[in-house]
Nanobody
């Protein structure tokens, strides 16, 4: 497993931007699929974006396509989520996750929270209208 720590959340007006970071410990970070999920009060944790081990394959929820961009820097053991054109409905606690399986299979890209075995503590993102 890896240990994950998110940062970068905050309060922003609608239309603004934030960049979330997730720092990981562990030498095998580069072999994990990494994902961002979010959870609003009273709702289940939902998929936002994921990136494969090499960074060449990504996936996004329909609600954030064209506005959010996921990336990773394996040399820094960090995954990022650039969020632009934020909307009030993006308000949630954002969690970074590492997949249960460590693999260099290029196509391995998980979108269900059940496929993630390590989580950070979350960072609050609040978008005001």
């Amino acid at each position: 497993q890896v240990q994950l720590v998110e940062s970068g959340g905050g309060l922003v007006q609608a239309g603004g931007s934030l960049r979330l970071s997730c720092a990981a410990s562990g030498r095998t970070f580069s072999t994990y699929c990494m994902g961002w999920f979010r959870q609003a009060p009273g709702q289940e944790r939902e998929f936002v974006s994921a990136i494969n081990w090499k960074g060449g394959r990504t996936a996004y929820a329909e609600a954030v396509k064209g506005r959010f961009t996921i990336s990773r820097d394996n040399a820094k053991n960090t995954v990022y989520l650039q969020m632009n054109s934020l909307k009030p409905e993006d308000t949630a606690v954002y969690y970074c996750g590492a997949s249960r399986v460590a693999t260099t299979y290029y196509s391995y890209l998980m979108t269900s929270p059940l496929d993630y075995g390590s989580w950070g503590q979350g960072t609050q993102v609040t978008v005001s209208s």
